[in-house]
């Protein structure tokens, strides 16, 4: 049996360190520029993809990792150079993970690479789920789908929120209704190709923090998409909708493992926003002299301090034990996903508010990385499941009552 170890391995090491100089050599240097610019960063989204950070390749060299470690490992050090950034270049991910996790074979190669585009043009991808009216209540979603036998195509009528590359996407992965009065068991995802007519978005959303990140609403008019488009394939749907009328009770733990398993890579995320900002307050510490002597020699400060570095260490555990798990198809029977990403969201706001605070009046100042860090904190208590959400997940898990 092999020896217990913490330590990561030659090639995780080289991925951290690699992708480490990226953000610092190119994503630092420009999170100032496009975060106030809020526009999507496309000449470092090409860049990423020169280098082969950004693409399907990259993606699928992480998930092989046997560990499930390597995803993660990337996604703390993009976003410790910028969330907005990061989230423009990992964004994308979104939609593959969706055709990935419910496509055919051949969807995915029909479709995974116009997720990307190419070098020379490269592409973003949105996944479309959320709804003004049905976020964390999915059962609630309006947005319908039908099928036009005549012409086997799928129409999709609706409206999404909060899309992430929502309308500047080529590919659109959008979640539909199929029986409404199935609820969450009669919905279905569906491929929306570039330039598909009916599909729009009006308006980039302005946004508290991840500027760089382009988020729309979507709207869907008449969407006609060909029978292809529906991932999985009109036979696997309609297996599974007869088994739902019937009453047969679902493997609805598929449906709650999907999200449960994309978690500990946005905990992630959230850890490398932390590590950013408690690393830059050390540092200010150190420097930063008051009364005669620097302000880290003050226990206040000093004891802070060790506070970020041991909560931002704890949740890092947290993600890494998920994050092996999801990848070993070990069961989250304690919720373990969500609470990865719980507990490196909140990490993520208390740290980034406290580097603020030892920061004093230079913290509230944009000359300051550390503002800007706060702002995109606060997201990862929201999206991706907010924390209230997260909470009940756990506490479903730990107690087998369908707690409300």
Not at 267 to 278: D, E, F
């Amino acid at each position: 049996m092999a020896e217990f170890s913490l330590d990561l391995n030659e090639e995780q090491r080289d991925l951290r360190d690699w992708v480490h100089g990226f953000a610092a050599e190119v994503v630092r240097p420009a999170a100032a520029e496009w975060d106030a610019r809020e526009e999507t960063p496309w000449p470092i989204i090409q860049e990423a993809a020169k280098v082969g950070l950004y693409g399907f390749e990259f993606l699928a060299t992480c998930w092989a990792d046997p560990t499930g470690l390597s995803l993660p490992i990337a996604s703390e050090e993009l976003f410790w150079g910028d969330a907005g950034i990061g989230l423009s270049i990992f964004g994308t991910g979104l939609a593959v993970a969706a055709i990935y996790g419910a496509g055919t074979p051949d969807q995915m190669v029909e479709w995974v690479p116009q997720c990307f585009g190419d070098v020379d043009q490269p592409a973003v991808a949105a996944f479309c789920t959320s709804e003004p009216e049905a976020g964390s209540d999915v059962g609630a979603m309006r947005t319908r789908a039908s099928y036009d036998e005549a012409t086997d195509e799928w129409v999709l009528r609706g409206q999404k929120a909060y899309a992430t590359n929502g309308g500047i996407a080529g590919v659109h992965v959008v979640t539909a209704s199929v029986e409404p009065e199935l609820g969450s068991r009669g919905q279905a995802a569906f491929v929306v190709p570039p330039g598909t007519a009916g599909l729009n978005a009006t308006r980039k959303l302005r946004k508290l923090g991840l500027r760089a990140s382009h988020t729309a609403d979507v709207f869907l008019d008449d969407v006609r998409v060909p029978g292809r488009c529906l991932l999985g394939g009109r036979d696997a749907l309609l297996e599974r909708l007869d088994r739902a009328r019937s009453g047969q009770k679902a493997s609805g733990q598929a449906a709650m493992r999907t999200f449960e398993l994309s978690r500990p890579t946005v905990g992630a995320q959230a850890l490398g926003v932390a590590r950013a900002a408690y690393e830059y307050a050390l540092d200010y510490a150190k420097e930063r002299v008051q009364f005669g002597r620097p302000i880290i020699a003050n226990q206040a400060v000093a004891f802070a301090l060790a506070d970020m570095k041991m909560e931002i260490d704890a949740a890092r555990l947290l993600v890494w034990r998920a994050s092996w798990m999801g990848r070993n198809n070990r069961p989250f029977t304690a919720g373990e996903g969500s609470m990865s990403k719980l507990k490196a969201g909140e990490v993520a706001v208390a740290v980034t508010d406290r580097a603020v605070q030892l920061l004093g009046g230079a913290g509230f100042l944009r000359d300051h990385p550390v503002e800007r860090w706060y702002r995109d904190a606060k997201i990862y208590t929201i999206f991706e499941g907010t924390s209230e959400i997260q909470r009940l997940v756990i506490s479903r898990a730990i107690s087998g009552m369908q707690i409300r």
